[in-house]
Nanobody
Framework: QVQLVESGGNLVQAGGSLTLSCEAS????????MAWYRQGPGKQRELVAA???????NYADSVKGRFTISRDNAKNTVSLQSNSLEPDDTAVYYC?????????WGQGTQVTVSS
């Protein structure tokens, strides 16, 4: 019933741009804190960026200044955008929705950045 559907993953060149999108259904979207996580080869899943229900944002140091997270409560979507991708950004990116004890995940979308 709860579904987070991600799109936008692709192969891009270093220095290039990409926008990932996640559309949520089955939840009252405006109540939830939203986030993007990623898991690169041989690495643990890590928080990339988060945006709370009131719009407060937080970024991992590795992406600060290069990534932007945003949400559109009217469309039940959260996006992650970068105009300066690096090879170390290569990972599977996951959309996450959290509220109290509820925690939902998207299926993941592959981002590959070539050097």
């Amino acid at each position: 019933q709860v579904q987070l559907v991600e799109s936008g993953g692709n192969l891009v060149q270093a220095g290039g741009s990409l926008t990932l999108s996640c559309e949520a259904s089955g939840i009252i979207f405006s109540f939830y804190d939203m986030a993007w996580y990623r898991q690169g080869p041989g690495k643990q899943r890590e928080l990339v960026a988060a945006i709370t229900s009131d719009g407060t944002t937080n970024y991992a140091d590795s992406v600060k200044g290069r990534f932007t997270i945003s949400r559109d409560n009217a469309k039940n979507t959260v996006s992650l955008q970068s105009n300066s991708l690096e090879p170390d950004d290569t990972a599977v990116y996951y959309c996450n929705a959290r509220l109290n004890l509820k925690n939902y995940w998207g299926q993941g979308t592959q981002v590959t950045v070539s050097s």
